[in-house]
């Protein structure tokens, strides 16, 4: 039993075989009633009500559950036209729903996140590995979470790392930038002390080499020796 409907104002079909439905025949009858008959033999795009509007259903809800949207009838009837198989055959027949294809306009890379044109938040929806959802890694070039952080900040103090070429010495500690000296190492505190960052490291970086200090460590003991001497005469 079927009959099917042809010609350009069919938006969309769904042509099945044997598809079980409420309709006169003998595979059941609900008590007894001839207009509550079942029947097994349904064909061709008579079946199009249950399939289109099963696929409109599936699609809605992805939609709605990565986007918090709902989409229109307009829309959604257009974009299951768009993303829809070509009927074959020499008669004229609309497209044949293709859910996946329609769930890729807004989520291509079908990582659970909808692209920015429909209303969501994936940066790359042609990447699954980014998206608001994904842990970043970073020194990368990557904004792999979405979040729109500089990749070359981990801490997010507005100070680059130095391994990157930055001047922050310690990316990972917001209480360490360059806020007062142009750094470019991290200088370690003496065991036991209380220094700013409370880890065992200044909380600035210094462009001066320690060895630096080496000159007038060495020199020390003899300006201390001239200046005991000078007294001792006076």
Same mark, same amino acid.
């Not at 097994?40 to 099963?54: C, E, H, K, L, R």
């Not at 306009?105 to 608001?132: H, M, R």
């Not at 680059?160 to 310690?170: N, P, R, T, V, Y």
């Given at each position: 039993?079927?009959?099917? =409907?042809?010609?350009?104002?069919?938006?969309?079909?769904?042509? @099945?075989?044997?598809?079980?439905?409420?309709?006169?025949?003998?595979?059941?009858?609900?008590? #007894?009633?001839?207009?509550?008959?079942?029947?097994?033999?349904?064909?061709? =795009?008579?079946?199009?009500?249950?399939?289109?509007?099963?696929?409109?259903?599936?699609?809605?809800?992805?939609?709605?559950?990565?986007?918090?949207?709902?989409?229109?009838?307009?829309?959604?009837?257009?974009?299951?036209?768009?993303? @829809?198989?070509? @009927?074959?055959?020499?008669?004229?027949? #609309? +497209?044949? +729903?293709?859910? !996946?294809?329609?769930?890729?306009?807004?989520?291509?890379?079908?990582?659970?996140?909808?692209?920015?044109?429909?209303?969501?938040?994936? &940066?790359?929806?042609?990447?699954?590995?980014?998206?608001?959802?994904?842990?970043?890694?970073?020194?990368?070039?990557?904004? *792999?979470?979405?979040? @729109?952080?500089?990749?070359?900040?981990?801490?997010?103090?507005?100070?680059?790392? !130095?391994?990157? %070429? %930055?001047?922050?010495?310690?990316?990972?500690?917001? *209480?360490? =930038?360059?806020?007062?000296? +142009?750094?470019? *190492? &991290?200088?370690?505190? =003496?065991?036991?002390?209380?220094?700013?960052?409370?880890?065992?490291?200044?909380?600035?970086?210094?462009?001066?080499?320690?060895?630096?200090?080496?000159?007038?460590?060495?020199?020390? +003991?003899?300006?201390?020796?001239?200046?005991?001497?000078?007294t001792a005469h006076a």
């Open positions: 039993m079927y009959y099917s =409907t042809f010609g350009t104002r069919v938006d969309l079909q769904g042509w @099945g075989e044997r598809v079980f439905t409420l309709s006169y025949g003998s595979y059941a009858t609900h008590g #007894g009633d001839p207009d509550q008959a079942y029947t097994a033999d349904f064909a061709g =795009t008579s079946s199009a009500t249950p399939i289109v509007a099963s696929a409109a259903v599936v699609v809605q809800d992805y939609h709605n559950q990565i986007t918090g949207a709902v989409l229109g009838p307009e829309s959604i009837r257009a974009l299951l036209i768009d993303t @829809g198989i070509a @009927g074959s055959g020499p008669d004229p027949i #609309g +497209p044949f +729903p293709d859910i !996946a294809a329609a769930i890729q306009t807004f989520d291509a890379d079908l990582d659970g996140y909808a692209s920015p044109d429909w209303g969501g938040e994936d &940066c790359d929806d042609l990447e699954s590995t980014v998206n608001p959802g994904a842990e970043e890694i970073w020194y990368d070039g990557i904004d *792999s979470d979405c979040a @729109g952080d500089d990749d070359l900040d981990q801490d997010a103090d507005g100070w680059q790392a !130095a391994s990157q %070429g %930055g001047e922050d010495c310690d990316d990972t500690d917001p *209480s360490i =930038t360059p806020e007062n000296t +142009p750094l470019s *190492s &991290c200088l370690e505190d =003496t065991p036991g002390s209380d220094s700013a960052a409370g880890k065992g490291k200044v909380s600035t970086c210094s462009t001066a080499d320690p060895l630096d200090a080496w000159p007038v460590l060495l020199a020390l +003991p003899l300006l201390i020796r001239r200046r005991t001497n000078v």
